[in-house]
Structures are given as C-alpha cells and as structure tokens.
C-alpha cells in the first residue's frame, strides 16, 4: 500500500547526542514537511521541502536541520537534543496545488535521557 | 504564519447530541481547510475537508461549514457516539504549501 513510513517508531536518545529520524513515502508526493507535536498540543510546523526547496518556519531552532536526498526520503536531524525536544515527530506529505490533504506517518516518539 | 485559533478547547457531549468546533484564521488567501481526527498514541487522520470555493460539505454524520467572509469554519458531528472521542484539529493551508495547525479541541462522547 502506498504510505508515508517513518523509522523508528520510538527513539530515545542522549542530552546533547545527535540523532536522526527518517520518512519514506511511497506516494510520490512532492511536498514533504516535518511536525513536532508536544503532549496534548497542536502538531507544530518545523519545515517543509517542495520538491528540493527547503522552506524553514521562522521560530524553528536551529538545532534542527532537515535532508531531502531525493522525492522517497526525508530526514530530521537534531544537532544537540535537549529535554525539551522531547515529543512526537510526525511526517506528512501532500501532492502541490489544488489544496489536498496531509497523509501522515505514524510518527516518531523522541525521549531525551 | 497563518494564525488558527480553535474553540473549545474541550468539550463533552452525551451520546447521540451533536458537537460543534469552529476555528477561524487569518490569511484571507487561504483556500484549503481540513479537519483531522487525532486519538491517543496515534497518527491524525484526515476526516473531512472543504475548499474555499464552496460553503457547506457533508460526510454522514460529518459536516464542515466555510464562511470565507468571516474567516471561519467548523466542524459538526450529528448523532455523536462514544468513538467520536478524540482530539480534532483543524488545519489551514496557506498561500505556500504549509498547513497550520489550530490548538485542538478533546471531544468526550459520554454513553
């Protein structure tokens, strides 16, 4: 089935240790974006690739950085986790024009230790 | 950004009655507002949606309503039942490709 895969499921990682999460998507959509979703919040925009334009939101930290190598895959780094990058990160990708929804992946827990 | 402001932040209705969300946005440019239904631990799920150039969709129990005059639109679910529990957030797709995200509202469907 096509579908947005997001790897792992559950993350847990080092204050300060680099860490990477990863999406695929089979969807061939050419729009892909990366949300932080804290408990009990509103899935929060960090960035989104249109095809290989990075679009940064303003308040996002620097600390997070994103890697688009081709349409299939996109990638969240955090440099320097802190206790409070801990959250759900969820990709989502929608096809351009004409306003079409979100597919989702499943998302991935991030714990900080 | 976009500015989406979503109310109530939490409602509880009997089983059978109907629930109303509504969230209103800022950028008068913005032509695609969809619903998503979020349980617990899981993935949002789109629900329903509506483009700028219509006023009023349905889906059974679901319907959402635009009034792109007042920047407003809502979500009402008829006949509610206890697995219409969730969260649900409504979204707003900007003059780029961005969505953004109201606060959610913790519906409680209650048997």
């Known amino acids: 089935d096509a579908m947005v895969i997001q790897n792992p499921r559950y993350q847990v990682t080092q204050f300060g240790k680099p860490v990477t999460l990863s999406c695929s998507q089979t969807?061939?959509?050419?729009?892909m974006y990366w949300y932080q979703q804290k408990s009990s919040q509103a899935p929060k925009l960090l960035f989104h690739?249109?095809?290989?334009?990075?679009?940064n939101e303003a308040d996002t930290p620097d600390n997070f950085q994103s890697r688009r190598p081709n349409t299939s895959f996109c990638f969240l780094d955090i440099r320097s986790p802190g206790l409070g990058d801990a959250a759900m990160y969820l990709c989502?990708?929608?096809?351009?024009?004409?306003?079409?929804?979100?597919?989702f992946g499943s998302g991935t827990r991030l714990t900080v230790v | 950004g976009e500015n989406v402001e979503q109310h109530p932040s939490t409602l509880s209705v009997q089983e059978g009655d109907s629930a109303v969300i509504k969230c209103t946005y800022s950028?008068?440019?913005?032509?695609?507002f969809p619903w998503y239904k979020q349980e617990l631990g899981k993935r949002p799920q789109l629900i329903i949606d509506?483009?700028?150039?219509?006023g009023e969709k349905k889906d059974q129990r679901i319907a959402v309503t635009l009034n792109k005059t007042a920047k407003h639109f809502s979500l009402h679910i008829t006949e509610t039942q206890p697995e219409d529990s969730a969260v649900y957030f409504c979204?707003?797709?900007?003059?780029?490709?961005?969505?953004?995200f109201g606060t959610g509202t913790s519906l409680t469907v209650i048997p």
């Open positions: 690739y249109y095809d290989k334009d990075f679009n």
């Open positions: 989502a990708t929608s096809r351009q024009g004409g306003g079409y929804g979100y597919t």
């Open positions: 979204a707003v797709r900007a003059t780029g490709n961005q969505f953004y």
């Open positions: 969807l061939n959509h050419n729009v």
């Open positions: 950028d008068s440019a913005s032509n695609y």
């Open positions: 509506i483009r700028s150039n219509v």
